[in-house]
């Protein structure tokens, strides 16, 4: 199985920071795709951001000049980097990784259990 361990959510004042940390572990052949997306009290999970193999990324508008994605291969794992923070921010995180365990199975999408980051004074 693949496992995802996520860290770094918390309690933080509007303006600041926060690193969310994303760690896969388990059987993985290889990875593809690794995101973050988000889902606040009543409302759909959305995108937050994506970064493929190769290190193209892609950002929600609501978050583009503010958070940055990255990962490091050699550990599997990916980074939000989060700035400016918003009360609007305030939402369970959640990675996700784009794998596969073996070379002879298609890409599965996992995921981790969530992290709560709540923006407040």
């Known amino acids: 199985q693949v496992q995802l361990v996520e860290s770094g959510g918390g309690l933080v004042q509007p303006g600041g920071s926060l690193r969310l940390s994303c760690a896969a572990s388990g059987s993985i052949f290889s990875i593809n795709a690794m995101g973050w997306y988000r889902q606040a009290p009543g409302k759909e999970r959305e995108l937050v951001a994506r970064i493929t193999s190769l290190g193209s990324t892609n950002y929600a508008d609501s978050v583009k000049d503010r958070f940055t994605i990255s990962r490091d291969n050699a550990k599997n794992t990916v980074y939000l980097q989060m700035n400016s923070l918003k009360s609007e921010d305030t939402a369970v995180y959640y990675c996700?990784?784009?794998?596969?365990?073996?070379?002879?199975?298609?890409?599965?999408?996992?995921w981790g259990q969530g992290t709560q980051v709540t923006v407040s004074s």
């Open positions: 996700n990784v784009v794998a596969r365990r073996f070379i002879s199975v298609p890409f599965s999408d996992y």
